[in-house]
Nanobody, 119 residues
Framework: QVQLVESGGGLVQPGGSLRLSCVAS????????IGWFRQAPGKEREGVAC????????SYADSVKGRFTISRYNRKNTVYLQMNSLKPEDTAVYYC????????????WGQGTQVTVSS
């Protein structure tokens, strides 16, 4: 069973930074693509970033390109999402999910971590 646990969310001022972590348990994430998506109240779920399991190539939504960086550290079974230059519109619950391939259906996801960008 795919289990993922997110952490690192919090309250940050506009322009600030946060680093989210996604730790896999009970499975090895080496062979999975891992992505982050977010859900804000009253808004549609949005895929934010994804990193391939085969070659580690990243992909980003246009709304975060140049500000967010996804990376993976397979020895720690962890994927990170570095978020810089945060904006109020980035406020959402952020989830990580495992995929066979980026863009495909998720095979598992975590419970989410809240990110609030506000002054």
């Amino acid at each position: 069973q795919v289990q993922l646990v997110e952490s690192g969310g919090g309250l940050v001022q506009p322009g600030g930074s946060l680093r989210l972590s996604c730790v896999a348990s009970r499975f090895t994430l080496d062979y999975y693509a891992i992505g982050w998506f977010r859900q804000a109240p009253g808004k549609e779920r949005e895929g934010v970033a994804c990193i391939s399991g085969s070659d580690g190539s990243p992909s980003y939504a246009d709304s975060v390109k140049g500000r967010f960086t996804i990376s993976r550290y397979n020895r720690k079974n962890t994927v990170y999402l570095q978020m810089n230059s945060l904006k109020p519109e980035d406020t959402a619950v952020y989830y990580c999910a495992a995929y066979a391939l980026c863009g495909g259906p998720p095979v598992g996801w975590g419970q989410g971590t809240q990110v609030t960008v506000s002054s």
